[in-house]
DNA sequence: TTGTAGGCGTTATCAT
DNA sequence: ATGATAACGCCTACAA
């Protein structure tokens, strides 16, 4: 079934269904009504295919499945495809997901995806700095939106991001409420955005409360035994903290092993609020990963289909969920 | 850049290049090195559009995302997918990503996505008793794969899936083997297929060891809330259990909260070795997920591609991850 | 406002 | 083994 069958139906010809399937504004009340009806009767679906032959766009978008890596942080993949996967649909877009090794193959990819495909537009989570990917989808005016912040301009692209400061601050300020004086922090190596941010946020809620945090912090790549490891080298310390703020809920969870091995009450709070931190019942900043993915949609949608400015970034505030831990 | 670039450019008609894309074998061997030269030289790709157009074919494969639950079995789709996905790329195919509410809606996207798409085959996860969505994908010939039996007729469609039964029977030897002799049992409400599976995996394995299961196991559905109130209402019987076996993860965390709070000393054994049972240490059966999904796409490419005869069901088997609980 | 004509890139059919 | 031709379903001029 075509286009024709509709318009035979409709006693109209095929331009007149195009119109209304198009531009309906242009196609008289009584025309449109009758239009609807024998595609409805009919149950007629556009071809995907041929429009995309001739308009050039699939109304598709992609977005990368990573592999999941320590498998606490994963599931925040899932509840962000999910919401991708939600407001796209609600938009007149598939999500479409591929793989890729390094960015080197992802571009690769784009490529593929691209030339084959048609793809309209690409969704990518956790840009670097100096991100190559970025720099080849920008050259060739690829639409795209990034869930991160492009740490080097915020200009660069369209981007949706969590405050990470504000997440760890909140988490600061709740210990420091509770009488903590000497918060600590443990987080990632510098030189990652997203863990700089979290850092900073620590380190100024802090500040403002008149705490030095020298100190008071350390450095570890992401997992439990690292977390274990630093946390029992904090408390170590000659003056240590009292309390522990983490940049994710692995290392969080690191830090309740120390503290329960020197059977110590330690307040700690960790970032994610993966299903892990619900089920020990761990006090985690929470990001709205739903609610990011829609907006990553609503804002490459204002790019594909909106007139062609760059829309303003978006950035969502985070929530701590208090549980037991602190 | 068409076929008929490709064409020019390596001095043959354009019929012929797309025999050398579709049917390299008439070609003859001299004539197609020329033209692959012309490809890869002019970086040339075929457009999916134009093709699907022609052959109604999209190379396109679509997979449901569900909305994450309990978040504790959320991640299992992460490794599902990602494995999909992989395997997916490498015979040529791409994912595509789809929501629905219920069955009904589940249906209504099918129908969308095969008239509009072109869609080529589905990959459906978690299939019930009388499933309408197999039966209606079925009734219209469109090929698809189920990640889980088809309970009513082993023979009715292509499948894959985990031999829960034997996943359970292994934990409860396990424990039989360590000197236990009333293991129970914590699993789902009677009349789900994959619950009464796991279920009977342990009933037998008792039964094998001479040990009469009856009043040793309990039903309840998933949370860990009610994993707790089962545990401790089993403790609390005649002749208690000393080592639980449970239907999922999340049931075992409770049976742990259950055991801690009467400080008894309960081994105890979940089911898919989620992060969170790898981050308290549980003990749990683990399932091949990302194996199970390359099965997925190779039943269902083996449909599109191959003979038009149903490939043979493959039940694959988890295994037991040893940890601090059992 | 509605209708007509042409072409998007591919593959299947048929002829050479 | 290779080449010419038509058709897949739609959209965008342009004409009426």
Known sequence: M?????????QVSRQTVSNVLNAPHIVREETRQRVQ??????????????????????????????????????????????????????????????????????????????????LDGFVLTGTDHGDPRTAWLADRSVPFVTFGRPWDDPDAHPWVDVDGAAGT????????????????????PAGSGVGD????????????????????????????AEGERLAADLLA???????????SDSLALGVLRAARSCARALPVIGFDDTPVAAAVGLTSVSQPLH??????????????????????PVLLQPSLVLRHTA
């Not at 960015?103 to 084959?116: K, N, R, V």
């Not at 601050?169 to 990632?188: E, K, Y």
């Open 2 to 10: 075509t286009i024709a069958t509709v318009a035979r139906h409709a």
């Open 37 to 118: 009806e024998a595609i409805a009767t009919l149950g007629y679906r556009v071809s995907q295919a041929a429009r995309q032959m001739r308009t050039g766009r699939s109304r598709l978008i992609a977005v990368r499945i990573e592999p999941t890596r320590d498998g606490i942080n994963g599931s925040v993949l899932d509840r962000f495809l999910h919401g991708l996967t939600e407001t796209a649909e609600a938009a007149g877009y598939r999500a479409l997901l591929y793989t890729a090794a390094d960015a080197g193959a992802e571009i690769a990819t784009y490529d593929d995806l691209l030339s084959a495909y048609d």
């Open 169 to 188: 601050a909140q988490a600061t300020r709740h210990l420091l409420a509770a009488g903590h004086r000497r918060v600590g922090f443990i987080g990632w």
């Open 197 to 224: 941010d979290r850092r900073a946020g620590w380190r100024e809620a802090l500040r403002a409360a008149g705490v030095d945090p020298t100190g008071l912090d350390r450095e570890a790549v992401d997992g439990i």
């Open 237 to 247: 310390a000659a003056s240590p903290p009292t309390a522990l703020v983490c940049a």
């Open 291 to 312: 609610d990011a993915a829609a907006r990553c949609v609503d804002l490459l949608t204002a790019v594909l289909d909106g007139p062609p400015r760059t829309p303003a």
